[in-house]
């Protein structure tokens, strides 16, 4: 059980990383004009990934752009992307943490 929910906690943390960057992002900077911006821009998306791709599909499937299956290959995508990140940042912090 405590595997269990160490990988939801470290989903939640991926998904809170990634909706922090995104919004911070898009309070931020606007369209992308220039090649610099464009490259900021992709960085800031492997952070910001899950939560924009999940935002977007949730949106298609609202006005039945996709199909379950679809929303559903999606949100395992975000998820398992937020796991990955999610683990990246728990070991970060545990790294300062014991120093």
Not at 33 to 60: C, E, F, R
Request: with cysteine; net charge positive.
């Amino acid at each position: 059980m405590h595997d269990f929910i160490v990988f939801l906690f470290a989903i939640a943390v991926g998904m809170t990383a990634s909706g922090l960057i995104a919004n911070i992002y898009r309070l931020a900077a606007g369209e992308p004009k220039t090649t610099l911006g464009t490259a900021v821009y992709y960085a800031v998306m492997v952070v910001a990934g899950p939560a924009v791709l999940a935002g977007n599909s949730t949106k298609s499937f609202r006005k039945k752009q996709c199909s379950k299956a679809a929303y559903a290959v999606a949100l395992a995508l975000s998820g398992y992307w937020s796991f990955a990140m999610g683990v990246y940042f728990l070991a970060i912090f545990m790294a300062l943490r014991l120093t």
